[in-house]
Structure formats: C-alpha cells, structure tokens
C-alpha cells in the first residue's frame, strides 16, 4: 500500500504519497509482480527503520535492497551469484538515485567478514536456503532478523527445522499464491 513499482518506460500521473520504485528488469527476478517478491516487499516495508544495515541475498534486481535503502537502511548490501543480475542491480540503483547500496557477485561463501546486518533478506529457494543459512547466521547479531522467502508452505517445517538448529526462533509466516516468507529473529 505505500510502494508503487513501475518499469522506467511507463509514467505515473498520480504518486499519491507513494514511494515509486522503477525496476528495468532484463532478464533478472525481481520485478515485483511474483509472489515470493511481493512478500518480502511487504516484510521490509515494516521491518526498515532507518540506519539499520541490511543484506539482499540472491538479489535479482536488487528491488529489495533498493527499496530498504529508500526506507532509511544504510548501508545496503547486494550480492547475487549472477554477473547480469550484478550489472542490472547496478543500472536499477541508478534509475532511482539511491546510494550507499554495494553489489557483487558471489554466493553465501562471500559473505566471510561481512556484517553484522540488522536485516537479512534472501529470496531464493528452498535448496540454497538451507545450503546456505549456516552463513547468513554467522552475519547476525543478538537481535537481528532474517527474512526468507522463495519457497512453498509446504516448505516452512524444513527451513523452520534448519533454522532452529541454527539458534535462530521462528516469528511468524505469511503466504500468497501458496508460496511462503518467513521471519526469524537472532
């Protein structure tokens, strides 16, 4: 409800107190319309409180970074495994004059030295997520929140499992489309 997302090539006649985010998507996920996208949009709309340092892993487009960043975070970390979501990520922090947000390539191994994040966002699925939360954790501090999606409802006892075992406790879990996010708190 406060976030309006559009392509570069369209205009907007009323923004409505809105925050417009433009998104070039090429051939990267992220362009706001799936569901697991849409779910974490709406996590992060809540969750940002300014000055809080996030990190988007499997960022695609870097929306979600982009959209932290316009939310007050800082800074902002993007890293994606694939050198064409790097490029687009960069191309879409341009289009909407945000700063402070770096992006690299790289997976969950990159992340050594990193953080601590406040926030930590990955959409991406269900396999990685559960290669990869070891990682994440390891880039969290006593009160920070790892937001996950990119997985079915059918999916949440596994990564719930997976996290536990990781000290982390399950907050909460919403659905679209059958498609889950989850919330966790360090």
């Given at each position: 409800?406060k976030?309006?997302?559009?392509?570069?090539?369209?205009?907007?006649?009323?923004?409505?107190?809105?925050?417009?985010?433009?998104?070039d998507?090429?051939?990267?996920?992220?362009?706001?319309?799936?569901?697991?996208?849409?779910?974490?949009?709406?996590?992060?709309?809540?969750?940002?409180?300014?000055g809080?340092d996030v990190?988007?892993?499997?960022?695609?487009?870097?929306?979600?970074?982009?959209?932290?960043?316009m939310?007050?975070?800082?800074?902002?970390?993007?890293?994606?495994?694939?050198?064409?979501c790097?490029?687009?990520?960069?191309?879409?922090?341009?289009?909407?004059?945000?700063?402070?947000?770096?992006?690299?390539q790289?997976?969950?191994?990159?992340?050594?030295?990193?953080?601590?994040?406040?926030?930590?966002?990955?959409n991406?699925?269900?396999?990685?997520?559960?290669?990869?939360?070891?990682?994440?954790?390891?880039?969290?501090?006593?009160?920070?929140?790892?937001?996950?999606s990119?997985?079915y409802?059918?999916?949440?006892?596994?990564?719930?499992?997976?996290?536990?075992?990781?000290?982390l406790?399950?907050v909460?879990?919403k659905?679209?489309?059958?498609?889950?996010?989850?919330?966790?708190?360090?």
């Amino acid at each position: 409800n406060k976030l309006i997302i559009k392509p570069s090539w369209e205009e907007l006649n009323e923004t409505e107190d809105r925050i417009v985010l433009e998104i070039d998507p090429s051939s990267s996920f992220g362009t706001g319309t799936h569901a697991t996208t849409q779910l974490c949009l709406e996590a992060l709309e809540d969750a940002i409180k300014p000055g809080c340092d996030v990190l988007d892993m499997g960022c695609g487009t870097s929306i979600l970074a982009i959209l932290a960043r316009m939310r007050g975070a800082r800074p902002c970390i993007a890293i994606d495994i694939d050198e064409w979501c790097v490029r687009n990520s960069i191309e879409n922090i341009e289009l909407n004059h945000v700063d402070d947000i770096a992006v690299s390539q790289g997976d969950a191994s990159s992340l050594v030295g990193k953080g601590p994040f406040d926030i930590i966002i990955a959409n991406i699925n269900r396999n990685i997520l559960l290669n990869d939360m070891k990682q994440y954790v390891a880039c969290m501090h006593p009160g920070s929140e790892l937001y996950m999606s990119g997985f079915y409802v059918d999916d949440i006892p596994f990564i719930r499992r997976e996290a536990e075992k990781n000290g982390l406790t399950f907050v909460h879990h919403k659905e679209k489309n059958r498609w889950a996010a989850v919330k966790f708190t360090y």
